[in-house]
C-alpha cells in the first residue's frame, strides 16, 4: 500500500512539472542560448527574426538569417541568445512567458532586438507590457520595419552593453550612474 502511494505521489508531482507551452521544445527556436551559466553572460537578447514562421521549409533561411545577425558570437560574453519562431500575438506571448519564467533571474538584463514581421510582434507585445517588462529587467528595444541583413551593429552592441552596465549598477548600488561613469 505504501509503494502505491508513493507511485500516486510520485506521478502527481511530476505532473506539476510537465509544461505545456511549445517553447519547451528547441523546434521551437531558431536560437536558444540557455545551456550557457547566467552568471557568466550578464544580460540576454531576445531576437524575433523578420518573417513570420507559417511553413517548415522557411525554417533553414530563418536560421541562417538569425545567426548572421545574432548568432556567431556577436554578443559574446555580454548575452544569451533566444530567438524563438514566431507566427502571432500570441506566440510572442508564449515565448516570453516561457522566457521568463524559465531562464530569467529576477531583474536580469534583456533586450529586444526585432525585424519585419516577427519585430512588430514583438514591439506590439513591448507596447502593451512595457511597464511590467521594464520591472523584469527590459533595458532596451531595436526594432526594424524591413529585414535588411548587418541589422545587428558593433554600435548597437556598443550600446546594449552600455544599457546592461547601467542597469547593473542600478541593481547593485540602488541609483543610476553619474555621468562619465560608463564603461
Known amino acids: 500500500m505504501k509503494k502505491k502511494l508513493l507511485m500516486i505521489a510520485a506521478c502527481a508531482a511530476l505532473a506539476g512539472c510537465v509544461s505545456e ?14 545551456p550557457v551559466r547566467s552568471f557568466v553572460v550578464p544580460a540576454d537578447v531576445i531576437y524575433v527574426e523578420g518573417r513570420l514562421y507559417t511553413k ?21 560574453g555580454l548575452a544569451r541568445v533566444f530567438s524563438p ?12 512567458k516561457w522566457y521568463i519564467k524559465g531562464c530569467h533571474e529576477d531583474k536580469r538584463p534583456f533586450v529586444f532586438i526585432g525585424e519585419g514581421a516577427g519585430g512588430r510582434l514583438l514591439r506590439d507585445y513591448e507596447q502593451r507590457n512595457e511597464v511590467k517588462l521594464k520591472k523584469e529587467g527590459l533595458v532596451q528595444s531595436f526594432y526594424v520595419d524591413e529585414c535588411p541583413g548587418n541589422f545587428v551593429t558593433d554600435a548597437m552592441v556598443a550600446e546594449i552593453r552600455e544599457a546592461v552596465a547601467r542597469a547593473q549598477f542600478r541593481a547593485v548600488w540602488g541609483k543610476d550612474m553619474a555621468e562619465g561613469e560608463q564603461k
Open 85 to 96: 519562431l514566431v507566427a502571432t500575438p500570441e506566440d510572442v506571448e508564449a515565448a516570453l
Open 21 to 34: 507551452s511549445p517553447y519547451d521544445r528547441l523546434e521551437s527556436w531558431l536560437m536558444r542560448e540557455d
Open 56 to 76: 517548415t521549409e522557411n525554417m533553414a533561411d530563418m536560421q541562417r538569417h538569425a545567426r548572421a545577425e545574432v548568432g556567431n558570437d556577436r554578443f559574446n
